[in-house]
């Protein structure tokens, strides 16, 4: 089945940087788009990052522009958010997520805990 495990995850100071990734297992990786989302407490899940099949297209919250960058190796299956210049407004869970149309179903990690903070 389905398998989405993330990593990376930690404390950082401001100013700090973070590699977060995502072993994804069950499926045709190379033929999925992939997601980074998060959850900081009291507030809703937010799409943080996405990328295509091939990597060829991402897309980003504005909130992450230019400090966030999305990639994936497709030869491991695994997908990648290198973070830089975190912010205490960083914090929060981030989530690993897949969208499979042909089953109509969203897959989740566990989530990895990133903190921001000094």
């Known amino acids: 089945q389905v398998q989405l495990v993330e990593s990376g995850g930690g404390l950082v100071q401001p100013g700090g940087s973070l590699r977060l990734s995502c072993a994804a297992s069950g499926f045709s990786f190379g033929s999925y788009a992939m997601n980074w989302y998060r959850q900081a407490p009291g507030k809703e899940r937010e799409l943080v990052a996405g990328?295509?099949?091939?990597?060829?297209?991402?897309n980003y919250a504005d909130s992450v522009k230019g400090r966030f960058t999305i990639s994936r190796d497709n030869t491991k299956s695994t997908v990648f958010l290198q973070m830089i210049s975190l912010k205490p407004e960083d914090t929060a869970m981030y989530y690993c997520?897949?969208?499979?149309?042909?089953?109509?179903?969203?897959?989740w990690g566990q989530g990895t805990q990133v903190t921001v903070s000094s």
């Open positions: 990328i295509s099949s091939t990597g060829s297209n991402t």
């Open positions: 997520h897949l969208w499979r149309g042909s089953v109509r179903r969203n897959y």
